[in-house]
């Protein structure tokens, strides 16, 4: 596509449910990025994906956070069990390699925990 | 881990004033890169600064890269209205994570 592209844009839900956020990077982007914004401060770096292998899990806040990216392209954020300190702005971004490159970011997931 | 500070966190400054936000790493760099955010937006790509004591221009700003690859700073002369917003820093490891700055919100009063 044009951009990056994230799904859904904004999402409710209740504390304890499980959601699934989406990112379809820019084709032919090999990076792949997400970050979680919480109103009014920075980007807290989650995961990176080089293809559809991801290096480094250690930004993952807690157990309760997956994701996967398949085919090297779209990937999948999920959180299990939302507790209302989860809600914020999932941004994904995308790269078209690994060693330098701007990030191109998506419009970012709203995420209201209840 | 790696850490990657900004300050100040706010700025307010008349319209025509200078700006400037710095950026320091706790570890040496392979670049760095800087990012607007307008209010209600998502990060928008600067520029990326690759070489020790690199200095890029924009227009009105001005990117530096310190000579130990580990801090820079962003300049912005004669602020507008149309500069709001708020400017990361971005480091980039060598193991190609990227560390993005807290921020810093820049206000101008017209």
């Known amino acids: 596509g044009a951009g990056v592209s994230q799904s859904p844009s904004n999402k409710v839900t209740e504390k304890g449910k499980d959601v699934e956020l989406r990112c379809d990077p820019i084709?032919?982007?090999?990076?792949l990025y997400w970050y979680r914004q919480s109103l009014g401060q920075g980007l807290e770096f989650l995961i990176y994906f080089q293809g559809n292998s991801a290096p480094d899990k250690s930004g993952l806040p807690s157990d309760r956070f997956s994701a996967e990216r398949t085919g090297g392209s779209v990937s999948t954020l999920t959180i299990q069990r939302t507790q209302q300190e989860d809600s914020a702005v999932y941004l994904c971004?995308?790269?078209?390699?690994?060693?330098?490159?701007?990030?191109?970011f998506g419009e970012g997931s709203r995420l209201t925990v209840l | 881990g790696q850490q990657v500070m900004q300050i100040p966190q706010y700025q307010h400054v008349q319209e025509g004033e200078d700006f400037t936000t710095y950026c320091n790493s706790s570890t040496t760099l392979s670049n760095i890169q800087w990012y607007k955010q307008r209010p209600g937006g998502h990060p928008v790509f600067l520029i990326q600064l690759v070489k020790s004591g690199e200095v890029k221009k924009q227009k009105r700003l001005t990117f530096q890269f310190g000579e130990a690859k580990k801090n820079s700073s962003l300049h912005i002369t004669a602020t507008q209205t149309t500069d709001v917003g708020t400017y990361f820093c971005?480091?980039?490891?060598?193991?190609?994570?990227?560390?993005f700055g807290p921020g810093t919100s820049l206000s101008v009063i017209p």
């Open positions: 084709s032919g982007h090999t990076a």
């Open positions: 971005a480091g980039r490891t060598s193991y190609d994570k990227v560390i």
């Open positions: 971004a995308s790269s078209r390699d690994f060693n330098t490159g701007e990030l191109f």
